[in-house]
C-alpha cells in the first residue's frame, strides 16, 4: 500500500483530508479509485489503515478503516553529517539514508569538497533533497519524514554534534576493527548517534584533529577505502543490524 504524510488536524470525523501535491499524485498520477487502500501517517506511532472514499475539489478523502501502532523507526535517532558530494551524488545519499533509518541529514561544508553552493543554489538544494526524503519515507515506509538542513560548515556541524550521545567519524587512517567493533556494539538502544562522513578525497587532517578535541571518535570501515556515497550506508546499514538486534533480545 502508498503511504502518505499528512498533519493530526488534517484528521477528523473518521475521514483523512490530503491535500498538496499528494492529491495530483493519488489522482492523476496514481489514478487511484474509490475503495483503494492507503496508509497514512502522521509523524507519531499511529499508522492509520484507510480507503480512498471522494474525489472533492483540491483534496482527496480517506475513510479510516483501521488505527494500529507501528514500530518502524530505529530505537535511537541516527543525524548523517554528509561531505557535500559532487554531481547528484547527495540525491542518492539521502535517499538511501532515509530508507536505513536516519532522522537527519545535514551536508557539509568540509576543505576537501569541490562543490560550493552560495545561499540561493543552498536553499534550491535543499528544497529539492527534502523532496527525495519525503519520497523515500513513503517508499520505505516510513512513520516519520528525516529532515533534510540546509548545508552547515565543518564548524557548525560539530557544534550540533555535541548534541549527541555518540558521535562516529569513518576515517581511513584509523586502525583496529577490534576497537571500532567494541564502539559500535556499546551503543544503547535509545542513544543519539552522530556520523561524520568526509567529501571525495576524505577528512582533511586538520579537520580529524577538530573532530577528536569536540570527542568524535575516528573508526575503520576496513581495509579497503570506501567511496563518499558509500561509507555513509556502511555505517547506518550496520547501525541498524545492532540497534535493532539488540531491541529484539530484550
Request: overall charge negative; glycine content about 8%.
Amino acid at each position: 500500500m502508498y503511504r502518505f504524510f499528512v498533519e493530526e488536524s488534517q484528521i477528523y470525523d473518521g475521514t483523512v483530508h490530503i491535500t498538496g501535491s499528494d492529491v495530483n499524485h493519488i489522482k492523476n498520477v496514481l489514478r487511484m479509485r474509490p475503495g483503494e487502500k492507503i496508509l497514512v501517517s502522521t509523524g507519531g506511532e499511529k499508522e492509520y489503515h484507510c480507503a480512498v472514499s471522494d474525489f472533492p475539489e483540491g483534496e482527496v478523502l480517506a475513510a479510516v478503516e483501521e488505527v494500529t501502532a507501528a514500530d518502524r523507526e530505529l530505537p535511537s535517532g541516527i543525524v548523517l553529517f554528509q561531505g557535500l558530494p559532487k554531481g547528484d551524488k547527495m540525491e542518492l545519499i539521502i535517499q538511501k539514508a532515509v530508507e536505513l533509518g536516519a532522522t537527519e541529514i545535514v551536508p557539509v561544508e568540509m576543505k576537501r569538497c569541490v562543490v560550493k553552493l552560495d545561499r540561493k543554489k543552498a536553499e534550491k538544494k535543499a528544497e529539492r533533497w527534502q523532496t527525495i526524503a519525503l519520497g523515500a519515507a513513503k517508499q520505505s515506509k516510513r512513520m516519520q519524514i528525516p529532515t533534510v538542513h540546509m548545508p552547515v560548515t565543518f564548524q557548525q556541524a560539530l557544534a550540533m554534534m555535541a548534541e549527541s550521545d555518540v558521535r562516529l567519524m569513518p576515517y581511513e587512517n584509523a586502525e583496529g576493527m577490534e576497537g571500532t567493533r567494541k564502539i559500535l556494539e556499546s551503543i544503547e538502544p535509545g542513544e543519539s548517534i552522530a556520523v561524520l562522513i568526509g567529501p571525495e578525497g576524505g577528512i582533511d587532517e586538520a579537520e580529524v584533529e577538530m573532530a577528536m578535541k569536540a570527542k568524535v571518535e575516528p573508526i575503520t570501515l576496513g581495509k579497503r577505502i570506501l567511496r563518499t556515497e558509500t561509507a555513509g550506508m556502511t555505517v547506518l546499514s550496520i547501525l541498524v543490524y545492532l540497534l535493532e538486534g539488540r531491541e529484539r533480545t530484550r
